[in-house]
């Protein structure tokens, strides 16, 4: 049994020195250099090429380089029969957690308005505002929303939460589906950490985002496919929103020709809120591995059906 690499815009590298550190005979390949198409039962992807897997016809498993398993599951070519994983990793949380709360403090600090004043070497001051002022949204109440809603809350700001079912957090006032409206129009900034499904791709719609306050400011770590970009450009012109923090986008990389590259209310990164270090995750896709080659059943497998 043979594992393959499949990861576009990802250094394979890393990976496969992290594998053989613990395992010196595991035969581990890097697509396309693939020898035996046949001998490959277990996938290892970040943003393949659509098709890609339907050339390996005993694939059993697709483990997810990352917390985010939607790259996987739009690819309507692999096999019901192939088992999708995703990475648990409290090194992932952490770093998800600590991202959401510096572009948090970066909107309430006025600071991409400080930024581009210094590229037009302006000298204005601008008040900002205390964090116990400031109410968070944070859609999705997983692994990464609760992370990061602890985290905003340690650091005094105002925390509202938006899942399926009522949570139950000290010091977190938790919204339901049917409370969306209500959620939105007390979120000055919303944090969008949901998972893709059909249900909330293009949830940041122009509609659902001119509920939010006037000037509210909209963080998404999530999904490029949540956020419909041309309704949030809309929205940053007619000034009901001040800033975006961006780090997925529908399309990646982000093209040249993008708007969102230049917009004044708009920070961008590259899709780097939260990166796997391999060495943290070995062990776990190597326990995987093993039980796939037992017959076991797999640890953090994804419902396909649910989607996360």
Same mark, same amino acid.
């Given at each position: 049994?043979?594992?393959?690499?499949?990861?576009?815009?990802?250094?394979?590298?890393? @990976?496969?020195?992290?594998?053989?550190?613990?395992? $010196?005979? &595991?035969?581990?390949?890097?697509?396309?250099?693939?020898?035996?198409?046949?001998?490959?039962?277990?996938?290892?992807? @970040?943003?393949?090429?659509?098709?890609?897997?339907?050339?390996?016809?005993?694939?059993?498993? *697709?483990?997810?380089?990352?917390?985010?398993?939607?790259?996987?599951?739009?690819?309507?070519?692999? +096999?019901?029969?192939?088992?999708?994983?995703?990475?648990?990793?409290?090194?992932?949380?952490?770093?998800?957690?600590?991202?959401?709360?510096?572009?948090?403090? #970066?909107? *309430?600090?006025?600071?991409?308005?400080?930024?581009?004043?210094?590229?037009?070497? #302006?000298?204005?001051?601008?008040?900002?505002?205390? +964090?116990?002022?400031?109410?968070?949204?944070?859609?999705?109440?997983?692994?990464?929303?609760?992370?990061?809603?602890?985290?905003?809350?340690?650091?005094?700001?105002?925390?509202?939460?938006?899942?399926?079912?009522?949570?139950?957090?000290?010091? *977190?006032?938790?919204? *339901?589906?049917?409370?969306? %409206? /209500?959620?939105?129009?007390?979120?000055?900034? =919303?944090?969008?950490?949901?998972?893709?499904?059909? %249900?909330?791709?293009?949830? &940041?719609? #122009?509609?659902?985002?001119?509920?939010? $306050?006037?000037?509210? /400011?909209?963080?998404?770590?999530?999904?490029?496919?949540?956020?419909?970009? %041309?309704?949030?450009?809309?929205?940053?012109?007619?000034?009901?929103?001040?800033?975006?923090?961006?780090?997925?986008? /529908?399309?990646?990389? &982000?093209?040249? !020709?993008?708007? =969102?590259?230049?917009? +004044?209310?708009?920070?961008?990164? $590259?899709?780097?809120?939260?990166?796997? %270090?391999?060495?943290?995750?070995?062990?776990?896709?190597?326990?995987?591995?093993?039980?796939?080659?037992?017959?076991?059943?797999?640890?953090? !497998?994804?419902?396909?059906?649910?989607? #996360?």
């Amino acid at each position: 049994m043979s594992i393959v690499l499949v990861c576009n815009h990802r250094d394979p590298k890393p @990976w496969v020195k992290a594998f053989k550190d613990k395992n $010196p005979d &595991l035969d581990i390949q890097v697509y396309p250099d693939v020898k035996d198409v046949s001998s490959i039962n277990f996938a290892i992807s @970040w943003q393949h090429e659509q098709g890609v897997f339907a050339q390996f016809p005993n694939l059993k498993v *697709i483990a997810s380089m990352g917390a985010g398993v939607h790259h996987i599951l739009k690819d309507k070519t692999i +096999p019901k029969s192939v088992k999708v994983t995703r990475i648990v990793d409290d090194n992932l949380t952490k770093d998800m957690a600590d991202f959401v709360l510096l572009n948090c403090l #970066y909107g *309430i600090r006025n600071l991409k308005f400080h930024a581009q004043n210094q590229l037009d070497k #302006y000298w204005e001051i601008k008040s900002y505002q205390q +964090p116990e002022a400031v109410k968070v949204g944070v859609m999705g109440f997983g692994v990464l929303g609760k992370a990061a809603a602890k985290q905003l809350k340690l650091n005094r700001f105002k925390v509202n939460s938006l899942s399926k079912s009522r949570k139950n957090i000290e010091g *977190i006032t938790s919204f *339901i589906e049917d409370e969306l %409206d /209500q959620f939105l129009a007390e979120s000055q900034i =919303l944090v969008c950490l949901l998972p893709i499904t059909e %249900d909330t791709k293009a949830i &940041l719609n #122009y509609d659902n985002l001119k509920k939010l $306050p006037e000037n509210a /400011q909209v963080i998404n770590v999530a999904r490029g496919q949540h956020m419909v970009e %041309d309704d949030l450009i809309q929205l940053l012109n007619e000034d009901h929103l001040s800033l975006a923090c961006l780090d997925v986008f /529908q399309t990646e990389p &982000l093209p040249t !020709e993008s708007k =969102l590259w230049s917009h +004044p209310k708009v920070s961008v990164t $590259p899709h780097v809120a939260s990166m796997t %270090d391999p060495n943290s995750v070995v062990n776990q896709i190597l326990d995987n591995f093993n039980r796939m080659e037992n017959n076991k059943r797999l640890k953090n !497998e994804v419902d396909r059906e649910k989607a #996360y």
